[in-house]
C-alpha cells in the first residue's frame, strides 16, 4: 500500500476510533501503556550508557523524561474521557519491538548506532500516528491541545535522532547506520502488524516476520534468532487476550453493540453485510488473512 494511500486508510481509522468514546478510551490505553513502557525502556538505556558515553546517557534521561510526562499527559484526557489508564490486554507493540530488537543485538556491547536507529524508528512510528490522530480531534478540546503537544514533541524527538544518526555517518559509519536503520525498520514493521494481528493465522504469520528479521542479521545467529523468538512467540495466552479485549470493548460499548446488533438483522435477513459494518470488516479482515495465510502455498503449486 504506498504511503498516501495507508495515510487515508489510516485516517479513516481515526475518524471511527474519535467517535466512538470506548474505542477512543482503548486507543489512549494503549497509547499511555507505550508511552510509559518506552519511558522506562530509554531511561534504561540511558543507564547502561552512562559510564561509557555520558553525553548520549543525558540527552537519553531528558528523552524519558518527557514521555514519561507524555504518559502523564494522555493519563490526564483519559480521566476526562471517564477512566483512568489500565493494562492493556494483547500483544503490545512497545513490548513486541523490545523484545524482537534486543535479541537482534548484541547483549554484552550497546552500541551506539544500534540504539539510536532503534529509537528513532520508533519515534518515527509515534509521530505518524500522534498526527494522523490529532488532525481528526476536534480543536477546541483540551484532548487536542494535550495531544498535539505530545506530536509536536514526538517530531522533536525524530529530528534529534535523524541529526544524531547523520553525524554518525559523517564520522565514516554510514554503512553501519544503514545496516542498522534497515534492521530495525524491519522489526519495527513487525512488531506494528504483530500487536494488531489478532485474525485466524496470526501465529504463523508473526512467525514468517521473524524469519524476515533474521535474515537481516549475521549467518550465525540467524538459527537461535528465529529459535529464541518462536519459543517466546509460542505463548498463546497474549493473542487470546487481544481477542477477548475486542469483545469486552463490543460488549461495553453501546455503540458498538448497537453495529453488531444491525449486522445480525442483515444476516437474518439474507442480506450482505456493508462492509464498513462492524462484522463485515471483521469478516473481510479475516478473509483478507486467510488469503494471505495460503497465498505462498498456492502460487508454489
Ligand atoms: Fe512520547
Ligand atoms: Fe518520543
Known amino acids: 500500500m504506498s504511503a498516501t494511500r495507508q495515510e487515508v486508510a489510516m485516517r479513516q481509522v481515526f475518524e471511527r476510533i474519535v467517535a466512538d468514546p470506548d474505542l477512543h478510551w482503548a486507543t489512549m490505553n494503549l497509547y499511555y501503556y ?22 548520549l546517557a543525558e540527552a537519553l534521561v531528558h528523552h524519558a523524561e518527557d514521555e ?60 505518524f500516528s500522534f498526527a494522523l490522530h490529532v488532525a481528526t480531534l476536534p480543536k477546541e478540546g483540551k484532548a487536542y491541545k494535550l495531544l498535539n503537544q505530545v506530536k509536536n514533541e514526538e517530531a ?21 547506520v544503514q545496516r542498522a536503520q534497515t534492521k530495525f525498520e524491519i522489526i519495527e514493521q513487525a512488531a506494528y502488524e504483530t500487536s494488531l494481528d489478532i485474525m485466524p493465522g496470526a501465529p504463523l504469520r508473526r512467525l514468517r516476520r521473524i524469519v524476515d528479521i533474521a535474515r537481516e542479521l549475521p549467518p550465525e545467529h540467524q538459527i537461535p534468532y528465529v529459535v529464541g523468538q518462536f519459543l517466546r512467540a509460542a505463548n498463546p495466552v497474549p493473542l487470546l487476550g ?13 455503540r458498538l453493540r448497537e453495529q453488531v446488533g444491525a449486522d445480525v438483522r442483515r444476516i437474518l435477513a439474507g442480506q450482505p453485510l456493508a462492509t464498513d459494518s462492524l462484522l463485515g470488516r471483521l469478516v473481510d479482515d479475516a478473509r483478507r488473512a486467510v ?8 502460487q508454489a503449486a
Open 291 to 298: 488469503e494471505r495465510l495460503w497465498r505462498p502455498l498456492t
Open 156 to 176: 522533536g524527538h525524530v529530528r534529534w535522532g535523524n541529526t544524531q544518526l547523520a553525524r554518525l555517518k559523517a564520522e565514516g559509519r554510514a554503512a553501519e
Open 34 to 55: 507505550s508511552e510509559y513502557h518506552g519511558a522506562e525502556g530509554i531511561a534504561a538505556l540511558a543507564a547502561r550508557t552512562e559510564a561509557t558515553n555520558p553525553q
Open 68 to 127: 514519561f510526562r507524555h504518559a502523564a499527559m494522555i493519563a490526564d484526557i483519559m480521566t476526562d474521557f471517564g477512566d483512568a489508564p489500565r493494562p492493556p490486554l494483547g500483544i503490545k507493540y512497545v513490548d513486541e519491538f523490545a523484545a524482537l530488537a534486543t535479541a537482534s543485538s548484541n547483549p554484552d556491547q550497546l552500541d551506539e548506532v544500534e540504539l539510536l536507529a532503534a529509537l528513532n524508528v520508533t519515534e518515527k512510528r509515534g509521530l
Open 242 to 254: 487481544a481477542r477477548w479485549q475486542l469483545v469486552e470493548t463490543i460488549l461495553s460499548s453501546a
